[in-house]
């Protein structure tokens, strides 16, 4: 079944250490993106690709950084995690070429707590 | 750069009473408009979309939305919620320029019984 998913679902980790999260999509799709989502419940974009080898960043500011390397596979990785960075991540997907009416399909998101 | 605001962020309702939840968009082009619903813990899943064919949307679990472009408008709606209703609620409207979408500061349902 074609899905996007996000590993892992929660994450604790202590103040300086680097983490991966990891997003995969089996729908074939060429766009991609990252949103942070606070304790407020509002979303705000922090990454996005077009398709392999390309990046961009979003409206938030974030230290986080993402790779395209394969067009089903979009990695955040923060080299040194902060309690500044605990918050849940989301990550999603949408088919490029259909122009702006197409929408994106959430993966489950990953809650990370930095200590 | 488009945006919504969605005014109200809890609203709570009894069961079987109307739901109506509000959002507004700012946009200088004909927009593209989503709402998506957020359980605990979980993704965002797609409620419905406005693309410009029609001007009420059905969407999925008895919800719609019309949009008012008089009123740059487009509210959600259910006749009689349900207590499996109550989650978190997120207008979107699609930016042409990036092509991703710029969300509401969203709208938490509860549902009394």
């Known amino acids: 079944e074609a899905d996007i998913y996000q590993t892992p679902r929660y994450l604790v980790i202590g103040t300086g250490k680097k983490i991966t999260l990891e997003c995969s999509q089996t729908m074939g799709h060429d766009k991609m993106y990252w949103y942070q989502q606070d304790p407020g419940m509002e979303l705000h974009l922090i990454h996005y690709s077009y398709g392999v080898n390309s990046t961009e960043k979003g409206d938030l500011s974030s230290e986080s950084t993402v790779s395209r390397i394969r067009t089903e596979h979009f990695p955040l990785t923060l080299e040194s995690a902060r309690p500044s960075h605990t918050s849940q991540y989301l990550c999603a997907s949408s088919e490029l070429g259909m122009g702006s009416n197409t929408e994106a399909f959430f993966g489950q998101g990953t809650r990370l707590t930095v200590v | 750069a488009q945006s919504v605001t969605q005014l109200g962020s809890h609203v709570s309702v009894s069961e079987g009473a109307l739901v109506l939840l509000r959002c507004n968009y700012s946009?200088?082009?004909?927009?593209?408009l989503f709402w998506y619903v957020q359980y605990p813990n979980q993704g965002l899943q797609l409620l419905l979309k406005?693309?410009?064919?029609?001007?009420l949307v059905k969407g999925i679990n008895g919800f719609e939305a019309e949009f008012k472009k008089s009123e740059t408008s487009f509210h959600l709606t259910k006749p009689s919620a349900h207590m499996s209703d109550a989650a978190e609620y997120f207008c979107?409207?699609?930016?042409?320029?990036?092509?991703?979408?710029?969300f509401g500061s969203g709208t938490r349902l509860q549902v009394q019984p």
């Open positions: 406005y693309t410009s064919a029609a001007t």
């Open positions: 946009s200088s082009v004909p927009p593209y």
């Open positions: 979107a409207v699609s930016d042409t320029g990036r092509r991703a979408l710029t």
